[in-house]
């Protein structure tokens, strides 16, 4: 809770500062953010409602069963995948990470779609190739998911 009223505390202060420098100029950010929130929306929406029906629907033995301790490797294996082909906001994916965990997924399963969906752009690679080339977008995509790996088997021993 000290953490929250401390985060808030200084974003407050933040915002009457931004408000003494230049009124138009925090008045117009506010206007991006809006903007971009409201495209945003739909797909916000969308993946909380999804993550929200499975969670509703599956009982967390059954979460458990899936990504849990009893799952092993492959669970750990088949997040990493999901978290390489998913186009998702990172800030989405904690508060569902938050909720997997809750359920009975183990750190490491976690760690590894998290990871990988940061590090890894399976949806994104075609743009970075284009970008950055072939050899270099395989290249970092295939030692990124590796890592993401290793950091998963890591994390899950460190924060057992």
Same mark, same amino acid.
């Given at each position: ?7 808030? %505390? #200084? &974003? !407050? =202060?933040?915002? $009457?500062?931004? *408000? ?14 809006a ?7 739909? %797909? #916000? &929406? !969308? =993946?909380?409602? $999804?993550?929200? *029906? ?19 490797f ?5 997040? !990493? ?5 998913? *186009? ?29 969906l ?23 995509n ?19």
């Amino acid at each position: 809770m000290t953490t929250i009223i401390v985060i808030y %505390g #200084l &974003l !407050a =202060i933040c915002l $009457v500062w931004s *408000l003494l420098k230049s009124l138009q100029k925090t008045i117009q950010s506010f206007k991006v953010a809006a903007r971009a929130l409201w495209k945003m929306a739909p %797909g #916000l &929406l !969308a =993946i909380v409602g $999804v993550v929200g *029906l499975i969670l509703g629907v599956l009982p967390p033995e059954t979460i458990t069963t899936l990504v849990g301790e009893e799952a092993g490797f492959l669970a750990t294996a088949t997040a !990493a995948v999901l978290g390489a082909v998913t *186009l998702i906001p990172a800030l989405i994916s904690f508060p569902l990470a938050a909720s997997l965990l809750r359920s009975g997924a183990t750190v490491a399963t976690i760690a590894a779609f998290i990871t990988t969906l940061v590090m890894v752009g399976f949806v994104t690679a075609p743009m970075e190739i284009k970008a950055l080339g072939k050899k270099f977008t395989l290249l970092r995509n295939s030692l990124s998911f590796v890592a993401a790996l290793i950091i998963a088997g890591l994390m899950g021993v460190i924060l057992r």
